[in-house]
């Protein structure tokens, strides 16, 4: 069995975010993230192979850029 250590992976591609993280971020429940997911409004996320999500720091951050830029436009 290969075991894979995360945080190693993390430093050679970049932070990766748990959803628990970005729960706390975004100040919303699970069933809020669920919801999106199944929308398909959430920034893209890998499953682990033991089934955690996880969310590149910088694809989080972008998905967030792009909502304020949703929010302008929708301002004007």
Known sequence: MTVIDVRKAANHRGYWM???EILADLQIPRRTWQRWRALGKT???TRL???DLRVKRHDYDAWL???AEDERNHRR
């Open 18 to 20: 748990t959803v628990p």
């Open 49 to 51: 192979p033991n089934g």
């Open 65 to 67: 850029d792009s909502l």
């Open 43 to 45: 920034p893209e996320c």
